[in-house]
């Protein structure tokens, strides 16, 4: 199949949160499977010299948006067998951050939308299918709409992926309607129309042949009020279009062959994995003792993330006999709470205030346990990260949390980490401290769960071949993997020849004479 994958974000050109990671992974994984896949981002300014210079300026066209007429630049670079092609515009993307200027997003982002669709014919590709990710390019579904007249786009059908229900792309009426410029028709209750504004998110959802999201779990809380973020009614109708695929995580993240921590291991050689806790307890000036409890968390510090609930039971975590170490930034109220604790018992708390991607890792591979208590997570891929590296998650049973780790059995010794239902601080500490308990008292228990973690795969291929079944279920193009590619290759057998065909060889041979 021939697909466009369109993100606002991507590794490793450009990435804020979960979204660049996946858009960076995902359409990897496709092309080694086999597809046609090309990816389109914006050109931000933001984005590394070295990867600009890399790539190669095609052309440009003129793209009508609101009152305005503008430029539109179309560059391309391969990387590791995948096209990526880049829209360029000064005006909307030489902001230091993909997201700076909060006033331009609406109208940047649907210029975005609509000059990935203007420049197919130019670039002499018509994909199967669109995957749109997010409010950022939900306007696409709804321009190719407007389109039905123009042969190229028919039969062009499109995903819409939610990474975060909660960002929407919600904006005045006359704002997006002056930008879209498209027919008053569009901006009913039943489509674009929002509580008297224009919904960016809504518009793709009504108009995607297909809705996915980020985590089976996921894909059922939306439909509800609950968790729905004032969508649920629009989703509950498209529920038979509505399906979860869990994202998967990138090879990089492997403690066999990581080169950022500071002693590489697997299941089979866990020693060296206290090697890493005792290391990172000398560098953060933490009592060193192999035998402490070590809880890591590496997020970003918002009341989604259940900070709420850490705080709360702050002082009884630093007084039970544990390590905290965070990494993060995000709300005030959270960073200095971590800084004052951090002040105050500086052998058990280290409170980084930033972002290392070195750090990180150092933190994933350390800690015993890793804490995410989370509100609600489409998918989350930290918790994931951490049990490739043998440190079980603590998470609340919300979304891909609920999908990815598996309870701790005592009976069966099954699992991957520990979980709580009830969003309450009192639940999480009750199931931290049996946490702490098992791994203090049951060394063989708490060694065999840190092997079941490890041996889980969360790779891309099993998430692509699930991409690859939806994208041909509404394409109606029926796809096989590379691999049975190859097989019914190698079982074809030889063609007979013709008599006919024999005739006009042996014809051949005399014109030859």
Known sequence: MKILYVASEAAPFVKTGGLGD?????????????????????????IDKKYKDMMTYITNIYIDIAWRRQYCGIFSLELKGVTYYFIDNEYYFSGDKPYDFIHLDCEKFIFFSKAVLSVLPVLDFRPDVINCNDWQTAPIPVFLDTFYDNPFYCGIKTVMTI????????????????????????????????????NLLKGGLVYANRISTVSDT?????????????????LSARRNDLSGIVNGISEDWNPKTD???YKNYTSRSLANK??????LQKELNLEVNPDKFMIGIVSRLTDQKGFDLIAYVMERLCAGGCQIVVLGTGDE????MFRYFAGKYPDRVSANIFFSNELSHKIYAASDAFLMPSNFEPCGLSQIISMRYGTLPIVRETGGLKDTVSPYNEFTGEGTGFSFAAYNADDMMYVIEYAMRTFYDNKDAWKKL?????AKDFSWQVSADKYIKMYSEITGIEETTKEEKEINTVKEKPKKTTKKAVTSTANSKKEKK
């Open 274 to 279: 206290a090697i890493n806790k005792t290391e």
């Open 163 to 198: 990474h975060n229900l909660r960002f929407q792309g919600r904006w005045d009426m006359e704002k997006i309607k002056d930008a879209m410029g498209i027919s008053d028709s569009y901006f009913t209750g039943d489509k674009l129309e929002y509580y008297n504004d224009a």
């Open 218 to 234: 996921y894909a059922n809380e939306i439909t509800t009020m609950e968790y729905g973020e004032g969508l649920d009614g629009l």
């Open 259 to 261: 080169e950022l921590i």
């Open 333 to 336: 109220n959270y960073e200095n």
């Open 450 to 454: 840190v092997k079941n973690a490890m």
């Open 22 to 46: 996946v858009a960076g992974s995902l359409p990897m994984t496709l092309k080694e499977k086999g597809q046609d896949i090309r990816v389109i981002l914006p050109l931000y300014k933001c």
